[in-house]
């Protein structure tokens, strides 16, 4: 049996070889596509705010807007990808003190409400007209003396990332929004976020076939 150990450590490696060779090869393939991908996020997808999928409301009427999450390489600039215009993008920087390559993800939109509100009319301890207007997310009080408005607000919203697998197709990054109130509108969605770094198959499989070369050697001695 002895005499087969060298045959089988040489059969290990090569084969060891071989996928380290294809992973390296496909990790080539890969990077090539992420720059090409790159290249044409930069000549084709201006800065302009990204279209949502689907705006669908749920049971108390508020609107869910689902976008497809842009994606670019890990390598990418996140800030010059050509979903965020310049101008954000270094007013973004120069407000958290980061570097661009230090983001890794970044979403941006406008949040828009309108509303009637009825108030109520009523005298406070000292005499003054009062106008008073409270609801889920408003807390707006004139004082009819003064002219002046009191206005409070309390809105909250949802950011949600997740993949979507479908049955057939690619696997997809999806990124819904969506805040506590119908009344409040979303709008000028920027999205951008960088992938993950892919590990390096060929050398893990390289390892893994050396451990087994290994093993089968001290088995068979």
């Known amino acids: 049996m002895k005499k087969y150990i060298p045959t089988i450590l040489i059969i290990a490696l090569a084969i060891a070889c071989l996928f380290s060779i294809r992973g390296c090869i496909q990790k080539n393939l890969d990077l090539e596509q992420a720059k090409t991908t790159n290249q044409q996020l930069l000549q084709n997808l201006k800065p302009v705010p990204l279209v949502p999928l689907q705006v669908k409301p749920d049971k108390q009427g508020v609107k869910h807007y689902v976008f497809n999450t842009p994606m670019i390489s890990h390598k990418a600039d996140i800030l010059q990808s050509g979903y965020i215009p310049k101008a954000k993008a270094d007013s973004i920087r120069k407000v958290i003190m980061a570097k661009d390559n230090e983001i890794s993800d970044?979403?941006?939109f406008k949040v828009s409400i309108q509303a009637k509100l009825r108030a109520n009319l009523k005298s406070d301890s000292a005499g003054r007209k009062?106008?008073?207007s409270v609801d889920s997310i408003f807390n707006i009080k004139y004082l009819a003396d003064s002219?002046?408005?009191?206005?409070?607000?309390?809105?909250?919203?949802?950011?949600?990332?997740?993949?979507h697998k479908p049955f057939l197709g690619k696997t997809q990054h999806r990124t819904e929004i969506f805040a506590n109130d119908p009344r409040i509108t979303i709008s000028e969605v920027y999205k951008v976020q960088q992938s993950e770094k892919p590990p390096n198959k060929g050398f893990l499989k390289f390892?893994?076939?050396?451990?087994?070369?290994a093993t089968t050697y001290f088995i068979l001695k």
């Open 106 to 108: 970044l979403t941006q």
């Open 207 to 213: 390892g893994t076939f050396l451990v087994i070369a």
């Open 130 to 132: 009062i106008a008073q």
């Open 147 to 163: 002219n002046l408005f009191n206005v409070k607000a309390s809105i909250k919203l949802t950011q949600i990332d997740y993949v």
